[in-house]
């Protein structure tokens, strides 16, 4: 395939430079990365794989747009409200780079679909605002030994973690279970500050990109955290656990379960 | 003279482009060659008669020749030395 002028033009950021160069950027449009959620994550997750030319750009969200997602969920608009989440993702995506294909899916991800959903897909990254997404994904991600960048926020504070299956850590090695219900903060006690999902989808759009053109190191087997009000990253190290119930040497989960405990999705 | 004893193995003639689209057409350009061949550009961008051999430099390639062969044109050889 040759660069269209038009894509020399779009491209020639990343052209340029030795890590990238025309066939890193050629990587970048064959590769098809899957997004779970069109949300605060989603968004600017969406927004930047799309400006860099990822070719195919899958997305799920059952949730429809409604004014209080506008204050981070920042690829949605006062035009989209009342609107499936992810077609409003796909619009913007579209409007920003045609070369990509997005495609989007309103549904819920559930046991039953997630494995025929993610097949398809190099990369997945989880931009879910609930427990039992977040271990569904990672259950079915260890399980068809895909990549998967996993980002959460809450408040001041956000994190993200690279699972390599077959090579390091997944996030049951980091928290075997879910809290209890009880435990997780309550849809009232969940405040964000609109900015930190710009500042940890970028962080998961760049690993993204990384793996993409094989280029850098990952966040493997390490969780960085980031704290907006000390404006400090740490990272912590997050060793593959021999004893992990779903990639470890005996896995105790070897399908997929029933996620959902009463657990409330904060909009 | 050097460059009477090097034939090019391919040649790109990039007359009309400025920075940084030069160097976007000799990188691509470079790129599709295998290792041990030569580039010939043709250029018409001062700048680029500059930045052009330092990037191919830079990004491990070998520069045999700047020269400027006319009023407005310069002739860059390079010999691609790596991927
Ligand atoms: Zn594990």
Redesign the interface.
Known sequence: MD?TEEQ??RY??H??M?EV???GQKKLLAAKVFIVGAGGLGCPVGYYLAAAGVGTIGVVDNDDVELSNLQRQIAHSVSTIGKPKVESLKATLGGLNPDVNVVALKQRLTNGNILDILKDYDIVVDGSDNFPNRYLVNDACVMLKKPLISGAILRFEGQVTTIIPGEGHCYRCLFEEPPPPGLVPSCQEAGVLGVLPGVIGGLEATEVLKLILGKGEVLKNELLIYNALQVGFRKVKVPKRADCPVCGDNPTITELMDYDAGYCAPR | MVDEEITPDESIDIRGLVC??T???A??AI?DLEVGKVLEIILDYEEASRSIPK?ME???QTVLLVDKTNETDWRLLIRKEQD
Do not use: M, Q, T
């Open positions: 660069f020399l033009h020639s950021r052209i340029i030795p160069g025309g066939k | 940084p689209y160097f976007v057409k990188k691509l790129e990037s830079d990004h491990g």
